[in-house]
C-alpha cells in the first residue's frame, strides 16, 4: 500500500539498514498501529548490532479526519488537508504530539506545564495524558507520575 523502503543508519553504532515501514496512516484503519503509537512502540527501533532502542525518524503522515493530522520528516509539501497539520522532525515528537492532541489536551499548557515541572524538579519530564473532565494534567517526571490542575485555555 504505502509502505516504502528505508535505508537507516544506527545513531549509536552506525550500522546501516533497510526497513520497511508504512508512510501513511488514516485514524480508524488500523487501531493496532494508533495503540502504538500511543504506547511509544510505534518508532522505537532496536539496533541488531548494538541492541540499543532508539525512535526512528522518516516521512510518516497521520491523519485524523476532520480533526488533525501530524507529519513526521516530511519532505513533500504538506498534503492537501482540511484539518490543522502539525510537523515534527522525531518520533518522540510525534509521540508526544499524538497523545497530546488524542486526549485533546491544549498542547501550549502541555509544554508551558513541562517546562516549569523541568525547572522545577532538574530531570526528565514526559507528558503522560490529560483528563478533560478534570482539567488535569499528568507527567512522568523521571518515573513519578504528577498530576497538575490547569483550567486555564493558553490564548
Ligand atoms: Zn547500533
Not at 3 to 13: A, G, I, N, Q, V
Not at 53 to 73: E, N
Not at 93 to 117: H, P
Not at 139 to 152: E, P, Q
Request: proline fraction near 5%; charge should be positive.
Amino acid at each position: 500500500m504505502n509502505k516504502r523502503l528505508f535505508s537507516m543508519t544506527c545513531p549509536y553504532c552506525d550500522h546501516p539498514f533497510e526497513i520497511l515501514k508504512e508512510t501513511v496512516l488514516i485514524a480508524g484503519m488500523d487501531p493496532g498501529q494508533e495503540e502504538r503509537i500511543q504506547n511509544g512502540t510505534y518508532f522505537s527501533h532496536v539496533c541488531s548490532r548494538c541492541g540499543r532502542l532508539y525512535a526512528l525518524a522518516y516521512p510518516f503522515y497521520y491523519r485524523k479526519p476532520g480533526s488533525y493530522a501530524i507529519t513526521l520528516a516530511w519532505d513533500k509539501p504538506e498534503k492537501e488537508s482540511p484539518e490543522r497539520v502539525y510537523s515534527c522532525a522525531t518520533g518522540e515528537q510525534f509521540t508526544k504530539l499524538f497523545r497530546i492532541l488524542e486526549s485533546q489536551a491544549d498542547w501550549r499548557v502541555v509544554f508551558r506545564l513541562e517546562r516549569l515541572l523541568k525547572q522545577k524538579y532538574n530531570k526528565s519530564v514526559v507528558f503522560e495524558s490529560f483528563d478533560s473532565n478534570k482539567s488535569m494534567y499528568y507527567f512522568f517526571v523521571d518515573s513519578d507520575l504528577k498530576a497538575i490542575h490547569c483550567k486555564t485555555k493558553e490564548k
